[in-house]
C-alpha cells in the first residue's frame, strides 16, 4: 500500500528560483491538504483541497500555490522561493468525513527544502 | 496565538511505566481531537481520536481523556515500550471544516530502558 506520496524526498533551492512539489494518494480520498513543519512549531496548514478542481487556502499561504487538476494528486507551487521557505513539507489526504466524526489525515513522508 | 498547546516539549519514562502527555486548546469551536505520532524522517501516523461527546477512548495500550470544561486533553500508555518513543502531536478540529487541523508543537517521548 502505497498510500500518500510524496516527490521529491529532499531539494535544495536558491533564492528566486521556482520549484513544485507532488503529492499523490491512491485511498481515493476526497481531501487533501499541504502543511509545513519548522522547528518547534507544530505542522501548519498552507492550502487544502476539498476535492478535484477545488483548492482554498490555510493558515499560512503567502508565497504558495496549489493545483489539484485530479483527485489523486496535490501540487504545492513556490513561484520564487525564499530563504523562509525553507522547511519541512507534509502532504496528506482523508475520506469524507462520516456524519459527525472527522476522518484522520493520512500523511506522506514529507519533502525536506532548503533555500538558499 | 497558538490554539492548541503541548507545554512539555519532551518527557522520558522508563519502560514499563505510564507516559501521560498533555495538550491544552483555547478555541471553543474544537469538538474532535486527535493524537499523531512521529518518528524521525517519516510522516506522522494517526494514533487515537476523541469526539467531544466523550470523556474518554481507549485503544489497546492508548487512552485519550478529554475535559471540556477545562479545555485539555491528555493521552496515556500504559505500559510504555522503548518503541514508543517518538513525537506526539495533538490535534484538534471544528466538524464541518474540510477536517482542518490545528496541531500543537509536539512532545518528544523517551522511553527508557
Known amino acids: 500500500n502505497a498510500g500518500v506520496t510524496q516527490t521529491p524526498k529532499f531539494r535544495v533551492l536558491k533564492t528566486g528560483q521556482s520549484m513544485t512539489l507532488l503529492c499523490a494518494q491512491d485511498m481515493n480520498h476526497e481531501y487533501m491538504y499541504w502543511y509545513r513543519q519548522d522547528p518547534g512549531m507544530g505542522l501548519r496548514l498552507i492550502h487544502y483541497?476539498?476535492?478535484?478542481?477545488?483548492?482554498a487556502k490555510g493558515e499560512v499561504p503567502d508565497g504558495y500555490n496549489v493545483s489539484r487538476l485530479k483527485k489523486q494528486n496535490f501540487l504545492l507551487g513556490l513561484e520564487s522561493a525564499a530563504p523562509s521557505q525553507t522547511s519541512v513539507y507534509f502532504c496528506a489526504s482523508s475520506p469524507l468525513p462520516t456524519g459527525a466524526r472527522v476522518q484522520p489525515q493520512h500523511f506522506g513522508d514529507g519533502t525536506r527544502l532548503s533555500i538558499l | 496565538d497558538q490554539q492548541v498547546k503541548q507545554n512539555s516539549p519532551s518527557l522520558s519514562v522508563q519502560e514499563g511505566r505510564i507516559s501521560i502527555l498533555n495538550c491544552d486548546y483555547t478555541?471553543?469551536?474544537?469538538?474532535?481531537f486527535l493524537w499523531y505520532k512521529k518518528y524521525p524522517a517519516e510522516g506522522p501516523t494517526f494514533l487515537i481520536s476523541i469526539s467531544s461527546i466523550k470523556d474518554k477512548n481507549e485503544d489497546g495500550r492508548f487512552t485519550v481523556f478529554l475535559n471540556k470544561s477545562a479545555k485539555h486533553l491528555s493521552l496515556h500508555i500504559v505500559p510504555s515500550q522503548p518503541g514508543d518513543s517518538a513525537v506526539y502531536f495533538c490535534?484538534?478540529?471544528?466538524?464541518?471544516?474540510?477536517?482542518?487541523?490545528?496541531f500543537g508543537t509536539g512532545t518528544r517521548l523517551q522511553v527508557t530502558l
Open positions: 490535534a484538534a478540529s471544528p466538524t464541518g471544516t474540510a477536517s482542518k487541523l490545528t
Open positions: 478555541n471553543s469551536m474544537f469538538d474532535y
Open positions: 483541497s476539498v476535492g478535484e478542481g477545488t483548492t
